[in-house]
């Protein structure tokens, strides 16, 4: 897999909403790779079925078609920031948090997403999509050259075995929802590894490069 670094500045407000480090990008779609609605998986529903997936400790990814694995990694720290699947109509940014047994940790923090919208001039209603209700949001953000502009995003919950994962789509699946049911394609083959210790309620779960991942400039 060969990684490229990219400028931190594509992941300020206004930059490119798909900047990051590329993971490389896939005409294949992997092998038995769920494409329903019954994804996304834990990690103890797919042991033994042969699909390759970029393990990135919490989330492991497979190959999607027309789908770009980027990462956004602090220079400083070389933690990853930001995991995300890039195509050429959007994007779709996600990350997993510890979460109770059998709750319902996205009903709880929904509202609280929304507020937070809210008191920084922006804009969030609700709306049923595939995974129950979600977000549909507007965001004032500053371009580069100090204009403005709203960027509308898609803010979705998926409750899992003491995780959730929290996925955010961008440009067309953002607009078009019902359009594009093939980013939720994607999004429903993302796995993730909760791991057994103990963790407070809303952490958000450690993601790491590959041990093998090379990164050039």
Do not use: H
């Not at 999607?64 to 109509?89: C, F």
């Not at 510890?98 to 209603?125: K, M």
């Not at 590894?193 to 050039?216: F, I, S, Y």
């Amino acid at each position: 897999m060969r990684f490229r670094r990219k400028s931190d500045e594509a992941a300020q407000p206004g930059g490119d909403a798909t900047g990051g480090v590329t993971a490389g990008t896939s005409e294949d779609v992997a092998p038995g790779a769920s494409t329903t609605a019954s994804g996304p998986f834990d990690v103890s529903q797919v042991e033994g079925d042969g699909v390759e997936r970029a393990d990135l400790g919490s989330v492991l990814v497979p190959a999607i078609a027309d789908r770009e694995l980027r990462l956004q990694v602090d220079e400083n720290s070389g933690q990853v920031r930001a995991v995300m699947l890039a195509g050429s109509d959007g994007a779709c940014e996600f990350q997993a948090f510890a979460a109770p047994r059998n709750g319902d940790l996205w009903s709880d923090v929904r509202p609280q997403i929304a507020e937070d919208l809210t008191r920084r001039g922006g804009q969030a209603t609700e709306r049923e999509g595939r995974w129950g209700t979600e977000l549909v949001c507007q965001m004032p953000v500053q371009r580069p050259d100090g204009t403005t502009a709203t960027q509308p995003s898609r803010i979705i919950g998926i409750n899992g075995d003491r995780w959730m994962l929290r996925a955010s789509f961008l440009g067309r699946p953002a607009i078009e929802p019902d359009a594009t049911r093939e980013w939720e394609d994607a999004l429903a083959q993302v796995v993730v590894r909760r791991g057994d210790g103990a963790m407070p309620v809303g952490e958000p779960l450690p993601v790491r490069l590959p041990d093998d991942a090379r990164r050039v400039r």
